[in-house]
């Protein structure tokens, strides 16, 4: 018979280089982007003691320029914009930790219905300030297994989120609630939704909407809020409700 051996081990030969030669690709990519990450995570680390004394000092000439309107408006001005970049920076380091397994995670129970109460509590002077109302529909003593203050800041993003895209006026609608196997944390708004093809790019980072330009933001609250429900091996999903407005459900497992 025709004898195929010889063709045979030059191919597999070949793929076999092929495949070593994508796998040092990989390895180079792999090393590649956590070289940019730790760049990023060390920048972020440096800008933090310069930017905490520009914040010191402006806070302390706000009293100093009190009588002076025009003086009075560029330190608010640079008070407004040093807190902007300090929470920029924050975030990225939490990211940075995040992504490199640094960030330490203490699981307890979570009582997340008083949790989501404590949250709204706090919020509820911007809330005033926006006239928007929330709805609360918290089932009492819903609990998980989590990190109480990482939880808090993703439903402290979530319900931030809801406030800055509604309009005055608006009502948005906070819901706890569970069933045999998950616990579920919803937040519906009546605000300017998300496009439907920007849907899922709005959890990468510093993806922002074409449509929320307007507003004040970082790009990363979403992301950030995604890498700590992960961690929680839960799940976060964005749907815009027919009748405009966004909604956001976190499903998270059960204690
Ligand atoms: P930021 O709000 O700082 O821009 P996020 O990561 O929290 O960053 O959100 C990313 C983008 O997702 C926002 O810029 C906006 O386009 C969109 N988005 C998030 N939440 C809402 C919401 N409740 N309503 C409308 N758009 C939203």
Known sequence: GRDFTPICLERSDELGQLSRSFSDMGNQLQDYIQRQRQFVANVS??????????????????????????????VDHLNNESSRLTRLVNELLLISRLDAGREDFLFERVNLSELVKETLDKLQSRAAKYTIYFEEKVEPDVTVSGDREKLLQGILNLLDNALKYSPPGGKVEV????????????????????????????????????????????????????????????????????????????TLPRR
């Not at 680390?45 to 560029?74: F, W």
Request: glycine share 12%.
């Open 45 to 74: 680390h440096e800008l933090r003691t310069p930017l905490t004394a520009i914040k010191g000092y402006s806070e302390y000439l706000i009293d100093e320029v009190k009588g002076q309107p025009d003086l009075a408006k560029a």
């Open 175 to 250: 819901g706890v609630a569970a069933d045999g196997s998950s616990a579920y944390f919803t937040v519906a708004d009546r605000g300017r939704g998300i496009p439907p093809q920007d849907l899922n790019k709005v959890f990468e980072r510093f993806y922002r909407a074409a449509n929320a330009k307007a507003v004040g933001g970082t790009g990363l609250g979403l992301a950030i809020t995604e890498e700590i429900i992960t961690a929680h091996h839960g799940k976060i999903q964005l749907a815009n409700r027919p009748d405009g407005g966004t909604k956001v459900t976190v």
